[in-house]
Every structure is written in structure tokens, then in C-alpha cells.
């Protein structure tokens, strides 16, 4: 029950304070509006509380503890290599708390309100906002729906102490003897290959053909091949059937290959998609379009059917990733303000953190056949390029797509160590209609991995160097 309710005007309620929301929130204050972000969680969203941040913090320690332990291959003898998992999980928290309280402080300077609680729409320009027993309304002159998304429940495996989401599976306290992950796209396989540098002996069962299947073979084929090198079993077009718990483990049944089968671990780690966080907002209320699996309808300015209402993020259609969100947060601010601003997303990035990384921008080759280019591909070897073997790190390659008539880059993939930093180079070549020839006649710093971009680009232009033209 909830004892009386107080009454505010805004110019921008924002629901939801992840990396879409956040950042909406930023950039609408500074473009002059008053703002009011509501969550009924904590500032930072999924993304730096239990996603993105803590998720490639755990997954920098299991890199750290395994590069120790193969220090050998470089002259390097360190005995007696201990992990303390509590302390690694401190840290990973501490990294977290840092990074949310960064949030809040922007909000501080940025004069904007952070109020928590559950949010419900009453009419087209106002909400109600509960929390406990108490209650609050808010008339707004635009709203953007940011509440991003959960991870999806299936049937058989209901989460509990020993079948885990992402959410779980990033809080616990000891390191696991055994993991079967129910998924083999890129958030099992980043936890997976994290865990078993730790020890845990992890099991993938994938009901496709591959693992990472949004990704070409080439790519995928690396970290592949360093994940059996830890010991992890990769089960594919394998159907998870149902899970039988213990206080002390899981029994997953599943059946691959024509036969029914099944293994037993410590937990089941689930990582089948994620679903968004529209079924408890009242949006049948303002009558707001929604598709059939949740996701709201917006236009290329992020706006509803309902004028005045905005969506983005993991709760509108596309790839669920935090900086999509982050910069459909700053369109729908300057949208807003007057401004005339529209998405546009040929130059996102998609990244695993697995190892070696994979990160890819724009067209793949046969997206760029399927727009009627012809293409020219150039494409180079970490195996071939100074710092990378410095590193002890040559399993890898940059592959660049671009149009064979005017050289223009349409798209690439990069495989291999920071091949999440390297990406960027290209993402901007692509947002700035470059070519090939300006990336070749770009100096890169020598020794850099960043060379490799470059001597990509000239081997789609017959100049390469440092390997044999083709």
C-alpha cells in the first residue's frame, strides 16, 4: 500500500540509468533540459553493475593468472601460482563501485535527479514511480524508455542455487570444479573460456552448428582451438532437454548427435539471449507498438508511436550492446533539444572478449555482395607482425572489406590480442568514407599492432610488404 503521493514536473523523465539512460540523461542536461533518471536499481544499469564492467574484469584476472602459468614459454618460471577468489571478486567490485559512483557524480554536476523505483505509465505525459510504501508522479514533457533487458529463463532450467545466469554465474565466491554452459554464443563463451582459465572444467552445449555463429569460420576457429587447449568440451546442434538439482550439483539432460545424453557439474551457467524489460511499465496503458517478442517500435529518431515517448537500447530491436545504446542515448537527447539528429549504424562495433578477441564493423563480405558491391579483401597475420610476436601473441588476423571500384571500406574483422582497441581505426574509416589508400598512406607507430590495419588495407591494394601480394 502507498501512503500519499507527491507531484513533479520535469522536461525529460528517463526510465532506466544503464548506458543507454545514463548517458541520455548527461547529454539532455547539458543541452538545457531538466532531467529526472529513474531506476529500481542501481546507476549504471546492467552493463557496470553485472554485465559488461564485472564480466571482462574477471575475465582480465583469468587472463592474468593464465599468462603466469605459461611464463615458461618465455624464460619465465613462477612456481607455486595461487588463486584467491574472494579477493579477485573484492576487486572486481571495487572496479564496479568506482566506475557506478563515477555515474552518480556526473549526474551531481549535471544537476540531474536520480530517483529509484518501479515505474508505471498513467497517461502519455506522466508516470507514477513506486518505491515501497512510497509513491510519486511525474508529468514530463518527452520520456525515453531505457530499461534495457534480462536474461531469458527456459523451460527445464529454472534459475536457482545451482543454475545460474550471467548475473549469478559473475557473483560467485569459489571457483567451480565443473560448468555447463546451455549456449555457445558470445556470453557463454566469454564466462566459459574465463572459468576454465581458472580450472573449471566447462562443457558448451550449442544447439547450432558452431559456437559464436554471427561470426565466419576464420574468425571463430582461434578461439576454438584455445579452448579445447583448456580442456573445454564444445557440444554442437545439442538441445538442452531439463536440469535436475541437488544442494551440491546439476544433471542436464540433452540429446546431440541423435542420442540422449547426460552430464553432471557443479552449475549450469545459461546464456541463451536476453528479453527486454517492457512487460511491467504499463505500456499498453499509452498504447505504445510493441513487436511480438517485446521490443518497442521506434523510428530513426528513437521516438514511439506516442510522440512524446522514446526508446532505446536493449528494449528496441537490434544487437543488445552497451554502446548502441550509449549513442542512441545521445541522438534521443539532441532529438529532443530540436536538433536534427537521426541513428545510423553501419560504423557499430561488435566485440567478444574471448581469447584471442573478435571484433568485426560494418559489412562482412557477403552482407557487402548482398548491396551489390563488388569487393576487394585485404587481409594480414599477426603471425607476421613484430609486436604481435613480441607479445607471444601471433594467432590472429585483420580482414578488410572494401568496395573494388571507388576502394571505399565497407567493413572488417579483427581476430586477435586488442583487437577490441584496433577496431576503432576502422569503425572511423567506415563513418568517414575512407578508403584503403588512406589507411595505407595513415603512418602507424612501428613496433604497434596497429600496423597490422594498415598493411591489410595495402594487400587489398596489391602493396603489401611484409607478405606476398597475391
Known sequence: MVVGETRHEVDV?????????????????QLG????????????????????????????????????????????????????????????NSVVDKLTGGVKSLFKGNKIELVTGEVFFTAEDEVRVVNGYEGARYQYKHCVIATGSRPIEIKGFPYGKRILSSTEALELQEIPKSMVIVGGGYIGVELGQMYAKFGTKVTILEGLKSILAGFEPDATRFVQRNLKKLGVEIVT???????????????ISYSAGGEDKEVTADYVLVTVGRKPNTDELGLDVVKIKMNDRGYIDVDQQCRTNVANIYAIGDCVPGLALAHKASYEGKVVAEVIAGQPSAIDYKA?????????????????????KEHGHQIMIGKFPYAANGRALSMNAGDGFVKVIADKESEIVLGAIVVGPEASNLIAEIGLAIELAATLEDIALTIHAHPTLGEIVMESAEGALGKAVHQINK
Open 237 to 251: 546442434e545439442a538441445m538442452a532437454k531439463g536440469a535436475t538439482q541437488t544442494d551440491h550439483e546439476v544433471t
Open 348 to 368: 557499430i562495433p561488435a566485440v567478444v572478449f574471448s581469447d584471442p578477441e573478435i571484433a568485426s564493423v560494418g559489412w562482412n563480405e557477403a552482407e557487402a
Open 13 to 29: 523523465l528517463i526510465i532506466g540509468a544503464g548506458p543507454g539512460g545514463y548517458v541520455a540523461a548527461i547529454r539532455a542536461a
Open 33 to 92: 533540459k531538466t532531467v529526472t533518471v529513474v531506476d529500481k536499481g542501481k546507476a549504471g544499469g546492467v552493463c557496470l553493475n553485472v554485465g559488461c564492467i564485472p564480466s571482462k574484469a574477471l575475465i582480465s584476472a583469468a587472463h592474468h593468472y593464465s599468462s603466469i602459468q605459461h611464463a615458461s614459454e618465455i624464460g619465465i618460471t613462477v612456481q607455486d601460482v595461487k588463486v584467491d577468489f574472494a579477493r579477485v571478486q573484492e576487486w572486481k
